[in-house]
Structure formats: structure tokens, C-alpha cells
């Protein structure tokens, strides 16, 4: 059982920036990739960013050079900094962890955070 929160959502204008974080908690032994889902109204959720337990990273074509995924260990926590925000990029963000716990492997997802780019 893994608890995902994400925090940092807000208002911000076209061209500038904004970070999310998520804390994972519960009884797991270990998180394994952790990513950033997002999901505009009427469209399906889409990948934004991952890394993994060792660090390398995979990103959208569409935030690719702008989005910077990352993640404290010590802390339990990945981060998504977003620069260069374009309205298009407005979105309820999801945190997701894959994790290992007492009978396997699972997959948790945040509740989501609101991110608007006005224009």
C-alpha cells in the first residue's frame, strides 16, 4: 500500500514556471520508477516524465527540453520542474510510482494537481 500526494499546482502565466512534488508513503520496501501523468478535460491521460530508481529519465516529446523530472531517495519524493508552460500544458498532473512491497510488485497513482497556463 503506497500513498501517492502531489503538491505545487497552481496558476501560472505562458512562459513561466512552476514545480511539482509528490511524497510517497506506506508499506512498501522500495519505489521503483516513479513518473508524471497529466490528463486535460475530454482527452485521455498521457505521459509526461520518468526516471528511475537509478536515475535515467524518459520525457514526452511535448515537454522534452522544458520539463525536468527528478527525485529525493532519502525523502521519497519526485519532483517536476516545468518551464517555458504553454496553455497547452494545462492539465490535472498525476504523480505514479511503481513499488515493491511483502507480495510483489504494484502501482500507485497520486490524486492529481491542477496546473493552468493562462495566456
Known amino acids: 500500500q503506497v500513498q501517492l500526494v502531489e503538491s505545487g499546482g497552481g496558476l501560472v502565466q505562458a512562459g513561466g514556471s512552476l514545480g511539482l512534488s509528490c511524497v510517497a508513503s506506506g508499506g512498501f520496501f522500495k519505489i521503483n520508477d516513479m513518473g508524471w501523468y497529466r490528463q486535460a478535460p475530454g482527452k485521455q491521460r498521457e505521459l509526461v516524465a520518468t526516471?528511475?530508481?537509478?536515475?535515467?529519465?524518459n520525457y514526452a516529446d511535448s515537454v522534452k527540453g522544458r520539463f525536468t523530472i527528478s527525485r529525493d531517495a532519502a525523502k521519497n519524493t519526485v519532483y517536476l520542474q516545468m518551464s517555458s508552460l504553454k496553455p497547452e500544458d494545462t492539465a490535472v498532473y498525476y504523480c505514479?510510482?511503481?513499488?515493491?512491497?511483502?507480495?510483489?510488485?504494484?502501482?500507485?497513482w497520486g490524486q492529481g494537481t491542477q496546473v493552468t497556463v493562462s495566456s
Open positions: 505514479s510510482a511503481g513499488y515493491i512491497y511483502a507480495f510483489g510488485t504494484s502501482h500507485s
Open positions: 526516471i528511475t530508481s537509478g536515475g535515467s529519465t
